[in-house]
């Protein structure tokens, strides 16, 4: 089963602006991950967030985290073309990663 | 050093022949995973190796799907009698040692494809 929900589905925003994508989980994680994948290859690791951490950043990437709530936000600034891609939260139990379906962001130049 | 490599990238086979992917993880990840990415689906774990050893196989869809790893290196995912339902990207991945901690670094993945 999946663990990770993906919201929106699909996101297209034009260059330059932010782009905002949510995650939530079901059950207990030791951390969270995003991934990008291009075309349906592989996937490409974004960014970790520990079960303890609230907040992460990563040059233009920001991530929360909300274990009460049981979510996670994925934040891009200032978008650029080359950040269309396919965009996956995993949720990490004891060894194996759950992942939602994704949402799939198009930047317009 | 190399990330993790996947062969062969693309395979195409026929309904009811054998494959064999391939997965070299990061040298000196002990942990590997094998991951399985339908056509517009998300991905689905199908199995873990710590070492050689695969503690958990529950995730492998049916008994003609079947890993190996030796050398706590290389492993090998094999389906026997091939299915059209078999046809995905499948995706290796590893991590330093810890799989509860530790990052997992991705494949560029084997898309299958099941005539």
């Known amino acids: 089963s999946q663990q990770g929900e993906e919201d929106p589905q699909a996101l297209s925003i034009q260059e330059g602006e932010n782009a905002t994508m949510n995650c939530s989980y079901k059950?207990?994680?030791?951390?969270l991950q995003w991934y990008r994948q291009n075309s349906g290859r592989g996937l490409v690791h974004l960014i970790l967030?520990?079960?303890?951490?609230r907040e992460k950043h990563s040059g233009r990437l920001r991530v929360t985290l909300d274990t009460s709530k049981k979510s996670s936000s994925l934040l891009i600034t200032a978008s650029r073309a080359a950040d269309t891609a396919s965009y996956f939260c995993?949720?990490?139990?004891?060894?194996?990663?759950?992942f939602g379906k994704g949402t799939k962001l198009s930047v317009i130049p | 050093g190399a990330g993790v490599s996947q062969s062969p990238s693309n395979k195409v086979t026929e309904k009811g022949k054998d494959v064999e992917l391939r997965c070299d993880p990061i040298?000196?990840?002990?942990?590997l995973y094998w991951y399985r990415q339908s056509l517009g689906q998300g991905l689905e774990f199908l199995i873990y190796f710590q070492g050689n050893s695969a503690p958990d196989k529950s995730g492998l869809p049916s008994d003609r799907f079947s890993a190996e790893r030796t050398g706590g290196s290389v492993s090998t995912l094999t389906i026997q009698r091939t299915q059209q339902e078999d046809s995905a990207v499948y995706l290796c991945?590893?991590?330093?040692?810890?799989?509860?901690?530790?990052?997992?670094?991705f494949g560029p993945g084997t898309r299958l494809t099941v005539l």
């Open positions: 995993a949720g990490a139990g004891s060894y194996q990663l759950t």
């Open positions: 991945a590893s991590s330093f040692r810890d799989p509860s901690t530790d990052t997992q670094y």
């Open positions: 967030i520990r079960s303890n951490e």
């Open positions: 059950t207990s994680i030791n951390n």
């Open positions: 040298s000196g990840h002990t942990a």
